[in-house]
Each structure stands twice: as C-alpha cells, then as structure tokens.
C-alpha cells in the first residue's frame, strides 16, 4: 500500500532520514521507537507530505502505486484525510478550543465527502461510539473532557474519512499510565476491525510492545533494525538495541540493607549527536560498546536475522561471516 | 530512637476552586488527604501517581513551598510551618529539589556557574568557586562548563547541572519532581545512576516522585502509591512492586511492563 | 536559518534613528540660534541661507525644528524612563507578593488608564503653572499604568518557571528573585513597550505644547510651532506643515521600531503569514 524506498530527508548539512526503505500493507501494525532528534517524526510527516518547508526530500515514497516524495502540497491533500491520517503527542493543541468537538470532527465529512449535516452527524455518532465517546460529549468544548476523551475525538477526527493508513506521533506520551493503556488498546482495536495499517511512533518501548507487530529502530536518522516486535525485544541484534533495552529500569527491586549498593543501571555512554554531526559510517559509531575500526567511516549493510527484519551493523556481518 | 530526618504527619491540602456559579459556593479540591510517612538518611522513597494523585502538591509541601491545611511537616524535627521566613530560608539549604524540566529550571540568562551558586548565595557562604567546582565534578561535567550557558547544554547535561546547583549546599534531603521523565531511556539511566552515586556519596535522603514505577523501582526503598490525594498503597518497594495489594497498582505495574 | 528582519522593524530603526541624530545634532550645532529674530528677513522663502525659510518673526525654521527635535526627545525620554521604572517596579511587586497587593495595583492602574492624560497635565498646570517639567511629568505619571501592566503579566509568565522555584528552594527571598531573575527576562516585552511609549510620549508632548501647556517660549516645539502657524495657515501654510511632518516622522519612526522589535521578540504577536 505504502511502498517507501532510499527515502532521504535533509536540512541543509543535516541528515533527519538517510536512505530509508520499508512497505506498509493493510493491516500492518509497525512502530518506529527512537529517541529524540532520531528522525522520527520526521519519517512520520514525510509519509503525509508535512515535512516543513526547509526539508529536502529525495527517495520514493509511494502511495497505492502513485509517486509522492517531494510532491507538491497540492498532490498531498487530495489524500491527507482520505488515505493518510495522524494524530500528534498535544491533543489540546491539536483541537481548536472555541469548537464544539462534535463540530470539529464533522468538518472533514462535510469538506471531503460532500455529507449533509444530517448524515455527517449520524457518521460523527458512531465514530465517537467506535472510540469510545459517549454521544452526549458532542457539543462539549475541548477544555470540558479530560486528555484520554481529547486523544479520543482526535482518534475520531483522523478516523472521519476512513483512512487506510493512521500515523499516531507519540500518541500516549502526554497521557497519564492508565489513560495509555487504554489508548494503545483503542488503537490496536481500530486498526484490527478496520483492516487499516498503524504506524506507531514512540520512545517508549512498552508502549511500542503493546501497540506494534513489527518494530523499526531509528537512530540518528538510520532505520538500525527492524523485525517483529516480540523478537526484536526479546532477543536485539543492534548494540544500540541492546543497549536501549538493557538502560530501562525494571519494575522489580530487591531490598537494600543499610550500606548496601544499589545495583546501578546500564548504560549507553554519551549522548545522541545533532543531526548535522553524525558519524559518516554507523550512526552509532562513538557510543557503541563494541565498535570496530570499521565503523565510523563506513556504513554497515543490513543482516537479515531469522524470523524476519535485520539490523544494519559490522558486527553481525564479520560474525556471519566467519560463522 | 532517633528522630526520622522528614517526617510527614496526617497533612491534608485544601484548594479553593474558581466560582462555576454565582449563587454556589467556590467548590473545594483537595488534593492531598491525609498522608503521612518518614524518611530516613540515605534512604530513597518513591512516590508514584498519575496526574491529579497530589504527589506534586505533596512535594510543595515538603519544600514548604505550600502550608499543609491539616498535619505536619517535621524536618530534622521541625515544623516547617512553623519557622519564621528567615529561619525557613536559612534551613532551605539541608533540603533542595530537582525538576522535571531540564530546560526551565535553569535561567537562560545565568552561567551554569551562577546558577550552581545560586543557593550559596542565599546564605552568604563564601568561596563559591571551589564548591561550584566540586559540584560540577560531583555530577559529572567539567569545571570549564560553569561558564557555558544553558542552552549549551543537552537536556541530560541540564538536569546534571540542576542537580549540581541542588546537592551546592550539601543538603540532607534532595526532592526530584519527575526529575528523569523528560530525558530519553539511554540518559535517564545516567541521571538514575547519578542520583544513586550522590545518595552513596553523601548520605542523601530522596524524595522521588514519577508517575512511572519502573523508574521507581530501581532507585527506590520504599513506595507510596497515591490516587485521588489519598495514599492507597505504602511499603517496600520490593513489595509494592512483586506482590501489589491494589487493582491500581497492578494497573501502573502493567503500563511499565514490556 | 534566520528570518529577514520585519520590514517595518528596519523602516522605524531608520526614521528613528535619523530623528534621534538630528537632535542630537542640535544640542552642538545649528544653522541659526533657534530663537535669533530677524524680522525684515521674515517670512523667506526656502533657499540656500534659510533651507525651508523662516517664520513671522524671521526665525530660521531648520534651528527651529532641530532644536524642537531635542526638546522633544528629552520629554520623551524623561517621561518614559520615570513612567517605566515606577510603572515597572509597581508590575514587578504585583507579581511577587500577589494576593491583595495585586488586586490593589492593578485596580489603581485601571483607574490610571481610565484617567486622561491631558485633563492630568491641565489639572497639573492649572496647579502649579505650565512648564515642560509639568509636561514631562504628566506624561510619565500616564506611563505608569501601561508598564505596570506589561510587567506584571510578562513576570507573572516568569514566575511559574522551575528557575524560579528553583530559586525560591535555595532560599532567596521574592526581592531578590523579582531582581536576579525575574527583571532581567521581561526586559524584552518592557523594552517594545518602552519604545511604542516613546512614540506615544511624542505625540503628547507635542499637543501639550500645542495647547500651551508644555515648552513655554522662547524653547523650541514642534507643538507649540504648529499652534503658531495656526494662524498664519492662509499666509505661510508651509510653516504648519514642517512641524507636522516632524511629529509624524518621529512618532511613526518609533511607533514602527517598537511594533518590529515586538515582531521579532514576541512571533505569538506578529501576524500570521
């Protein structure tokens, strides 16, 4: 459906994306996990056609077979809404406060698909009972319903013209735990019932966990591995991978006497460069534990792993090699 | 028995909400009800609750920043409401905090050096530089950075700098509000580690609040859970986190689980 | 990738600048001494020994208006600096202490603002006689209001900050905090508004003046030059036409800087392109 292919995007000397290439097919549950300034989100806006004005972008990103990288916002918003949908991080932001919520998601059905006031009332109904908003929320004001109900109306709003892609930019991380949970589930939800592809985009690996099926590692604007979800958790090939997983604490902890040291977390030493002083070979060249002569100036190839997806990275190739 | 070096009895904390009619009363919030615990030296305690739990009010209190309405709180034995403005200001220096926001809580018009001294100047104590310089060493940066201004620094190099500026005085008690929930998973492990080097190295007492139990978990000895004001689940955190009496807890326990 | 400068921004920085240069200019040097009459040269044309001519009582208009230039500036000035610092001061103690000292301020600077300036300075020289330094101080005292607002509202933003709660942990006092941290970063707000007072304060000047209620002759005004030439509009129109031109060159020169400097500084105010 989303076929994206040596996808590049610049600003000027930096880097936000290099040479990325992936599908989407209905259906698809994928998460992109990163940190921040990894590229991310830029990713996520290049697949809208919304990367600011100063972005360079090179590559081929194409929609149910039509050409779109670097297109025109015109071309773009034939499909924004129709095809292509997102939620972002904000969701006060993102809503227009002096609006009735009801009237906001019934703004796409009116401009795009043409309904009567009738007909796009009875369609905003039963998005907000597909999301689960009580009808009576209709003609409340953003500021009148809680963060989890404002994600839920933007989840509506996205959901208004039946895309067949949502892009959901950080979409639990202003959100409250339990409030995630829920969200993650709702997400999960729609995407299965509507045979619609979601494209999950966090920091946050539990949440990436519960929402994805397969998983793309962003560092310094390099997809670094890609696999299913559950095997690319539980068994990393990337050492950034690794080392991400390893560095976030564990809800378990064993009493500590007077005196006794506290086992200490592991690591990834220093911090992610800025996007326009990244090493020319492997991103993560200058932090990784087990870095080769290799790695700064040249760039790895992707080793594919059993069970699908791979990691880009020397090591996997020299041990392949020699195994 | 020794005194508890804070001591937090049975504090309630009232506020009074903006008129939703004329006629009506101002509708009251309360925002902590009743808590009450004990923290000793070196020792961490973590409180975990979601946005609205009264564990960022419950901070306020202890840094006096706020009266309780009800109860007490008993620093090193004293009642902090009970302190005249300039012995408050002056005790100040054995308890600090750290925030969530590593990009707000320095004064973008200030050298990281000026910050650090901040509190130091606060009580008149002489020769700043030596100890901004300690301090420095102590989270790990160099003594050049103090002359660098915030902005030139990575949001993990910020919160080593607030934390720098907090531990200047040699405190007793460090509170950290959501000190490590704006930082990425590879940084927040360092501030984590750090805070634990300090907590070795000093003998300090933490307040640490997050609405994150993993996060909590590693760092802490003890855990108080808060829902709605109310502390609904209290004890070791080895406790808390493997055998949690409440729906609410296991609820926060899943939502930090891969 | 830094944005161009407003266009509006550059167009008020020179017209500001050339009208600051020109009285400072006259402070040292002008054509003619400002008030030197010469009455059989009255009236003259604009030419090489008078370059816009002179005035009914043979008055060189370019010492005059130079001259006036500096008069004008020095009120403004004056009356902002004083106005600010008082109304600055006023907004910052609002802010700190809050509660009931708040209310109390802002509710006086409502009164203030409902307050009109020239019914002040007519009360002020109806009390102890017209004169510049009455002009100067009416002028500030309406200044008082506006500052006192702007400051509050920019610090009351500042004081939610963790810096400053920072800095209330390490036990500085709400003076010290209102001084080390909370001045400094409203300075920018403070300063656009210092800058549109400016243009206000020349304005006012110059219809105090007009009605006889600021520069008392032989001191030069653009004002008071305008209410002269009143008379003679039929005879010497032009001679009400310099002083015109001047006051609107000044005032539109810092009116505009302030707004641009208010366009770069604050993006939220500038319009949406």
């Known amino acids: 459906m989303i076929e994206v292919e040596e996808l590049s995007i610049r600003f000027g000397a930096a880097t936000a994306i290099r040479e990325a290439t992936f599908t989407i097919q209905p259906g698809d549950r994928i998460g992109v996990v990163g940190e921040s300034g ?286 | 028995m020794t005194t508890p070096l804070l001591s937090v009895g049975n504090v309630t904390r009232r506020y009074r909400l903006a008129r939703t009619s004329f006629h009506a009363p101002r509708p009251v919030l309360t925002a902590v009800s009743d808590a009450s615990f004990t923290l000793d030296r070196s020792r961490t305690l973590g409180v975990v609750g979601e946005s609205g739990s009264g564990k960022s009010t419950l901070a306020r209190m202890v840094m006096a920043f706020e009266r309780p309405d009800e109860g007490r709180v008993l620093f090193e034995g ?128 933490i307040l640490f609040i997050s609405h994150d139990l993993a996060v909590v978990g590693s760092l802490c000895d003890d855990i108080i859970v808060m829902k709605d004001g109310h502390i609904v689940e209290a004890g070791p955190a080895s406790k808390v986190l493997s055998a949690p009496s409440r729906a609410y807890t296991k609820t926060l326990l899943q939502a930090a689980e891969i | 990738m830094r944005r161009p400068l407003p266009v509006n921004l550059m167009i008020g920085a020179a017209l500001a600048a050339l009208v600051l240069l020109v009285a400072f200019v006259s402070v040292f040097w002008t054509p003619y001494d400002h008030a030197a009459m010469n009455i059989p040269a009255k009236f003259q044309e604009p030419g090489a020994a008078h370059w816009l001519g002179t005035d009914q009582l043979g008055r060189d208009v370019v010492s005059q208006l130079m001259a006036a230039a500096a008069n004008s500036m020095t009120v403004a000035l004056v009356a902002v600096l004083i106005g600010g610092s008082i109304g600055v001061s006023l907004g910052l103690l609002a802010s700190a202490l809050g509660g009931w000292v708040e209310d109390l301020v802002m509710r006086v600077a409502d009164i203030g603002f409902a307050f009109p300036a020239l019914l002040f300075a007519i009360m002020l020289a109806a009390v102890f006689g017209p004169s510049l330094t009455n002009a100067v101080l009416a002028i500030a005292f309406i200044n008082i209001p506006v500052f006192a607002r702007v400051a509050r509202a920019a610090a009351n933003q500042i004081w939610t900050l963790d810096y400053v709660t920072a800095a209330r942990a390490a036990g500085i006092g709400v003076f010290g905090i209102s001084r080390d941290h909370v001045l400094p970063n409203i300075a920018a707000p403070v300063i656009v508004q210092a800058t549109i007072e400016f243009a206000v304060a020349i304005l006012a000047e110059a219809a105090l003046s007009y009605l006889g209620l600021g520069a008392q002759p032989p001191s030069p005004s653009w004002g008071r030059m305008l209410a002269e030439a009143q008379t003679l509009i039929y005879l010497a129109p032009q001679l009400a036409i310099y002083p015109g031109l001047c006051i609107m060159i000044a005032v539109l020169g810092f009116g505009l800087l302030g707004d641009g400097l208010r366009d770069v500084t604050d993006p939220r105010l500038s319009r949406v392109r």
């Open chain 2, 78 to 205: 004293q009642d902090l409401a009970q302190l005249a403005p300039s012995a408050l200001r002056r005790l100040r220096q054995r308890f600090q905090m750290v925030f969530q926001d590593p990009y707000g809580s320095l004064d973008p018009r200030r050298t990281v050096a000026n910050s650090i001294a901040e509190p130091l100047r606060a009580i008149g104590a002489g020769d700043h530089a030596a100890k901004v310089a300690q301090a420095l060493d102590q989270v790990g940066l160099r003594a050049g950075d103090g002359e660098k201004y915030p902005h030139e620094f990575s949001g993990g190099q910020r919160q080593r700098i607030a934390i720098a500026r907090a531990i200047v005085t040699r405190p007793a008690l460090l509170v950290a509000d959501e000190a490590v929930s704006a930082l990425d998973v590879s940084v927040q492990a360092q501030i984590l580690n750090l805070l634990m080097d300090l907590q070795d190295e000093l003998g300090l007492a």
């Open chain 1, 38 to 323: 990894c590229g991310k989100s830029m990713l996520a806006l290049s697949l809208i056609g919304m990367t600011p004005e100063a972005a360079r972008v090179t590559g081929s990103i194409r929609l149910e077979g039509e050409e779109l990288a670097g297109a025109p916002d015109r071309l773009w918003r034939r499909h924004r809404a129709r095809r292509v949908s997102m939620i972002f991080q904000e969701p006060m932001a993102a809503l227009n406060p002096l609006k009735r919520i009801g009237e906001t998601v019934m703004e796409p059905l009116l401009v795009h698909e043409g309904l009567t006031r009738a007909a796009a009332r009875a369609r905003v109904l039963s998005l907000f009972e597909e999301v689960g908003l009580p009808g009576g929320r209709l003609r409340q004001f953003p500021h009148e319903i809680s963060g989890g109900q404002r994600q839920r109306v933007l989840i509506a709003l996205a959901l208004a013209c039946n895309p067949a892609l949502l892009i959901a930019d950080e979409p639990t991380t202003a959100l409250d735990a339990t409030i995630a949970l829920r969200i993650t589930e709702l997400l999960v939800r729609l995407a299965e019932e509507r045979r619609m592809a979601l494209l999950f985009i966090s920091h946050d690996l539990a949440a990436i966990a519960r929402a994805t099926r397969d998983v793309m590692v962003v560092y310094g604007g390099d997809i670094i591995e890609r696999g299913p979800t559950a095997s690319v958790l539980a068994d990393p090939a990337h050492p950034y991978t690794r080392g991400l997983i390893a560095a976030r604490p564990r809800a378990a902890a064993s009493p500590r006497g007077p005196g006794e040291r506290r086992p200490r977390l592991p690591t990834i030493v220093g911090a992610v460069p800025p996007l326009a002083a990244l090493p020319a070979g492997c991103r993560f060249s200058g932090r990784c534990p087990v870095e080769l002569p290799v790695c700064a100036g040249q760039r790895p190839e992707a080793v594919a792993r059993t069970g699908g997806g791979g990691a880009i990275c020397h090591r996997l190739g020299a041990e392949s090699l020699t195994a």
